[in-house]
């Protein structure tokens, strides 16, 4: 059984074919980062074009690495929403053209479970219930997995995405788009209790989170210090700035665990890359006798792979879409949600 999917929501233009859900024959990622760099963040009308001129020789490439003919393909996915709706359109426009050429079933993804997917690739033993950090710069979710296919949103942020507040703040300082990276590694050279900056919500009885106000915090540090004349020392900064951010995310999610009696937690999104946020993790996890899971580098970021796992369990389910499928900017969890 294999699937051919497809990834357009943000900046990556993404094709990848799966056998049996688990097993990636190719995933070929064409990044649009160096285009967007100097406008420092995504620029959704140059995003579409791009997408436009990318998707089908990515398709190719991924066929051409997999070793096979699109006659071959069994089922074509497209991630749906939540995203940019002009890159959404011009992949489920692909997606749609291709399903109807090879008269096979079109699946349709949720941007969020597909991130949620991506640890399924990275540990071919990992079976639901487990809790699921979803950390990206678009979104900041905390989700119950009871049974693949059923999602219980507990949690997620109220403002700026904790992607979001990581670019902000490396772009306040003059650092590069995507900012995530780059405070990662000034932050390794850096005093993390140099500042102390604010952890919101972290005692409140929910799994929401807020970063607003530690951007704004960070960045009034910024300029008092500048004011001030006595400049500031960048790796300390992104070092208190980053424990913050992971301070929370790790306390919610251990919280979360406890109340859903799961013991497996998988970290996911692009921000999961994050080398403290990880260690803090992994190591509150081994205190508490949960195993902690991270799809490694290449599936934290978007990927067309983990789209492609998704919409396995969706075909094994009988969940296709139909001929009027529309992108989605919006789209919420299609499994089971509550909160
Ligand atoms: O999941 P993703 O590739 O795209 C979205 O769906 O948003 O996540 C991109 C985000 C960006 O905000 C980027 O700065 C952040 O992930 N990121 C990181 C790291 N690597 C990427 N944030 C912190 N530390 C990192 N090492
Ligand atoms: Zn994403």
């Not at 792979?305 to 094994?316: N, W």
Request: net charge negative; aromatic share 8%.
């Amino acid at each position: 059984m294999k699937i051919l999917a497809i990834e357009t929501s943000c900046d990556e233009t993404s094709a990848a074919i799966l056998e049996n859900g688990r097993t990636v024959l190719a995933d070929i990622v064409a990044s649009q980062v160096p285009l967007h760099r100097k406008y420092g963040g995504v620029v959704p009308e140059i995003a579409s074009r791009q997408h436009i001129e990318d998707i089908m020789p990515v398709v190719a490439t991924a066929l051409e690495t997999a070793r096979l003919k699109l006659s071959e393909i069994d089922a074509i996915a497209v991630t749906q929403g939540p995203g940019l709706v002009g890159g959404l359109l011009v992949g489920v426009a692909a997606a749609k053209g291709l399903s109807y050429a090879i008269d096979k079933p079109l699946i349709a993804v949720n941007h969020m479970e597909g991130h949620i997917y991506s640890n399924f690739i990275a540990h071919p033993d990992l079976e639901p219930p487990f809790i699921s950090l979803v950390v990206s710069g678009g979104h900041t979710m905390l989700v119950d997995v009871p049974a693949y296919s059923e999602f219980e949103l507990l949690g997620e942020t109220k403002d700026d995405a904790a992607g979001e507040a990581f670019d902000k703040i490396a772009r306040v300082m003059d650092y590069p788009y995507p900012g995530g990276p780059e405070i990662d590694r000034l932050a390794q050279k850096g005093d993390p209790t140099a500042i102390e900056f604010p952890r919101a919500m972290i005692d409140e009885d929910n799994f929401d989170f807020s970063f607003s106000g530690l951007k704004s915090a960070v960045i009034n540090y910024l300029h008092n210090q500048e004011q001030r004349g006595i400049g500031y020392n960048d790796a300390d900064v992104a070092a208190s700035f980053q424990l913050a951010v992971t301070d929370v995310l790790v306390e919610k999610t251990m919280r979360a665990a406890v109340e859903k009696n799961r013991n497996i937690i998988c970290a996911a999104g692009g921000v999961a890359a994050n080398s403290c946020l990880r260690n803090r993790l992994a190591a509150a996890c081994e205190e508490r006798g949960f195993r902690f899971l991270f799809p490694g580098m290449k599936l934290c970021t978007d990927n067309a792979a983990m789209i492609g796992c998704r919409a396995y369990y969706q075909y094994l389910a009988n969940d296709f879409a139909s001929w009027d499928l529309n992108a989605d900017p919006r789209l919420t969890f299609t499994g089971t949600v509550s909160k």
